[in-house]
């Protein structure tokens, strides 16, 4: 595959689709401890054929981005937490995690060596980051590898599902995604397995994405498949899901912090129901791939839900949307450490 050139990505029609960009962090754990670190141009991984990335799922990763600001610097956002959360994925999978503060470290690396990769301000794309990690080397039983690869890749994107701040429906799916005392507040790669077969079905029914219930009685909304849930009342209370099974969104957070401090809304992690959607106006899938992608409806059943409107969105869904971007593009002012200069 050749690598990609600057001057041939059209900004402001950006999707999320893979590109090999001239660099990558690449770094290797043998003999105990992480070494061999650093930038690479290589785009590929030798590995064996025991690696247990392969057969067990040992392989965990982050999602994070980089931001062009009006002035021309680039910033991420809340690297911290990503690299936070990759240490509790590896905790769950028995792997080594990489230093959280070499882990923030490298993505800036990363993101200086692509620079030209980063979209211009103003066309709303992004450098996405990808850190990985594998259990690699020669095994065949269930355990832990001895050895690992840490790398963080990059590409730029735009809108994750169609249209991005427009409306699009989902719909329930009656398979799950984890167990309450499985992988699923960790990012792991099984877990995204598990959800391509009814991720495809609901694609090929017209939705963007699935909604995964609770895997205990099927009643409560969990997540999408690939971004936290979250639902505003007819009364402007911002509620969103809690459960052991669902990822903890770096996004989702950030807006409960938002909402409640910078819109003074009142907010609640909790159950949400999914025959007491009445109760919401708005309702919407975050996340940062997503951003925040409006739900228009959610299909449950053979039943078609709408909530505000199937193709407008709700005042404070776009509020919430402005101030996020605005904080992550350099516009409005941040909160202590959530951005951080590259
Ligand atoms: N839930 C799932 C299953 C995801 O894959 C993601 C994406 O990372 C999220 C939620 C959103 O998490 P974050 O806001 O940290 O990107
Ligand atoms: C992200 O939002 O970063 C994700 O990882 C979601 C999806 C692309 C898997």
Partial sequence: MAKQVASDIDWNNLGF??????YRFRA???????????????????????????????????????YRTKSGEIQLFRPDRNAKRMKDSCTRLLMPAFPEDQFVQAA???????????PPYGTGGTLYLRPLM???????GVHAADEYIFTIFAMPVGSYFKGGMVPTNFITSDFDRAAHKGTGQSKVGGNYAASLLPGDEAHKNGFSDCIYLDPVNHEKIEEVGSANFFGITKDNKFITPKSPSILPSITKYSLLWLAKNRLGLEVEEGDVYIDQLDQFTKAGACGTAAVISP??????????HVFYSETEVGPITTQLYDML????FGDVEAPEGWVQKV
């Fill in 134 to 140: 594998i259990g690699v080397g020669g095994n065949i």
């Fill in 108 to 118: 800036k690396e990363v993101v200086k060596a692509n620079a030209d990769f980063v």
């Fill in 295 to 304: 739900i228009g409806g959610i299909s449950h059943h053979g039943n078609l």
């Fill in 325 to 328: 971007t605005g904080i992550q």
């Fill in 28 to 66: 290797y754990y043998h003999d105990g401890k992480w070494q061999d670190a650093g930038l690479t141009e290589d785009s590929t991984l030798h590995i064996s054929e025991g690696s247990t990335a392969l057969h067990y799922g040992q392989a965990d990763f982050e999602g994070m981005k980089a």
């Fill in 17 to 22: 689709d893979y590109m090999d960009l001239p």
